[in-house]
């Protein structure tokens, strides 16, 4: 699949336009989209929460959540870890991207910027 990425405008293919895919799904709020309702997922929803040990778990799940849609079934997670920052939370996955392990990370907060893959 090619794509655009957000910030550069450059196109984008593989790995690193589902990297943009993730983010953006992760970033959305569920039903934020009028015609497309199920595109996004419900980790910010726990943003305005209280950080604690368990909303980083309910998160983790919402996170994990995600990847059972369609836009995103090319990746098996096969770990989420979220992690608190002074910003929000950031959240690293590891799994298989079409047979290869790949690693990214999602960073959730008020000001969401774009992600690059980690190798």
């Known amino acids: 699949?090619?794509?655009?990425?957000?910030?550069?405008?450059k196109t984008i293919d593989g790995f690193e336009q589902f990297v943009s895919r993730a983010i953006q799904m992760l970033t959305t709020p569920l039903n934020a989209r009028e015609?497309?309702?199920n595109v996004g997922s419900r980790v910010r929803e726990e943003m305005n929460k209280n950080v604690s040990d368990s909303t980083l778990s309910r998160i983790q799940a919402?996170?994990?959540?995600?990847?059972?849609?369609?836009?995103?079934r090319d990746f098996s997670p096969n770990q989420c870890i979220a992690t608190r920052t002074k910003?929000?939370?950031?959240?690293?996955?590891?799994?298989?991207y079409q047979g290869?392990?790949?690693?990214f990370e999602v960073p959730i907060s008020e000001h969401l910027p774009?992600?690059?893959p980690v190798t």
Request: aromatic share 12%; glycine share 10%; proline share 5%.
């Open 1 to 9: 699949m090619i794509g655009i990425d957000r910030t550069t405008g």
């Open 35 to 37: 015609k497309r309702p």
């Open 62 to 72: 919402f996170a994990l959540e995600a990847f059972y849609t369609p836009e995103l």
């Open 87 to 96: 910003d929000g939370v950031i959240l690293r996955f590891s799994g298989f």
């Open 100 to 103: 290869t392990a790949q690693s």
């Open 114 to 116: 774009a992600s690059e």
